[in-house]
């Protein structure tokens, strides 16, 4: 007699776990089954006690409002960092959290079926997932998009620096160059070669050679021809001052232009060239 009234008690608490289990808001069974377990309830006690029963009863609700939360559709499903994104699903409970991936993010809206996120930082795709106290939910896709967003500063070539166009460097309005004068060509100074050639070997060597070497002297080559020079000072030169006085070669001297000759190459330095 006893038992049928406790059967009917729990028959009658059954049906009333159920109406609540119907009813959008209740969250029944969990705040009876308080996890935080500071109210061992009779009702605790017997909610699990015929926790089998329920569910095997629970043929409306198979997956009632127990168990880990369920996502059945993210929106969108690909984004941006910053957007807002909406989870649809159920057994979300009152709070928790959203992650994409690793990275949790910030929930605006959470609701027993539906939680609205702002997507975090990330990138490619990820698995976005809920956790709540009751466990962690099934994984969907998310993209982010590479976005029109960060533009990437296209690592362009640093715009070429307008180079000035070069300013046509004004031609000088230097008066046309003073040509210079023609100098006057100084007949370049004769050699020694020449000298020898045209004079001493012709009128001199005869008479100052080194077999035959009159009054000392020998001009037969350029260093013995030195002995009577003094380098660029023809009037200190016993060779140049001999043919000047005409006393050289003797009897006939040498034309002026001759005297020039020896001046010229002695002048300009007596070189044996
Ligand atoms: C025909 C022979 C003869 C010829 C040619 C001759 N000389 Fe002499 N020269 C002599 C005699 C000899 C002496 C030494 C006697 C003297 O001092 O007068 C002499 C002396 C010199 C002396 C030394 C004079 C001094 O003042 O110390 C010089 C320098 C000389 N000759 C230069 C020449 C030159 C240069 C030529 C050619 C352009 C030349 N001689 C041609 C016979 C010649």
Redesign the pocket.
């Known amino acids: 007699m006893s038992r049928n009234i406790i059967k009917l008690i729990k028959i009658l608490f059954l049906t009333v776990s159920l109406m609540a289990s119907f009813s959008a808001f209740a969250d029944l069974p969990v705040q009876i089954g308080n996890e935080e377990g500071d109210d061992a309830s009779f009702d605790y006690d017997h909610y699990y006690d015929d926790r089998s029963d329920f569910c095997a009863n629970d043929s409306a609700d198979p997956e009632g409002q127990k168990g880990s939360p369920v996502i059945s559709s993210i929106n969108p499903q690909s984004g941006n960092v910053g957007d807002s994104i909406t989870l649809k699903g159920k057994k979300f409970g009152n709070s928790g959290h959203v992650l994409f991936g690793q990275t949790r993010a910030h929930t605006q809206a959470w609701g027993q079926t539906k939680i609205t996120a702002t997507i975090p930082e990330g990138t490619g795709s990820v698995s976005v997932y809920v956790q709540t106290n009751r466990g962690e939910s099934n994984h969907v896709k998310f993209t982010y998009l590479e976005g029109p967003e960060p533009t990437p500063t296209p690592t362009n070539p640093p715009a070429p620096v307008p180079t000035q166009t070069p300013v046509p460097t004004p031609i000088p309005t230097t008066p046309a160059p003073i040509p210079t004068p023609t100098p006057t060509p100084t007949p370049t100074a004769p050699t020694f070669s020449q000298v020898n050639k045209d ?2 070997v012709p ?6 050679s080194s077999r035959n070497a ?4 020998d ?1 037969s080559s350029y260093s013995a021809v030195m002995d ?1 020079v003094t380098p660029s000072k023809p009037n200190s030169s ?2 140049y ?3 000047k006085s005409g ?5 006939k001297s ?1 034309s002026s232009a ?1 005297i020039q000759e ?1 001046y010229d190459w002695i002048a300009a330095g007596a070189q044996d060239n």
């Open positions: 004079i001493l009128r001199c060597v005869s008479c100052h009159a009054g000392g002297v001009v009577s016993a060779l001052k001999s043919v006393g050289m070669p003797p009897g040498l001759q020896i």
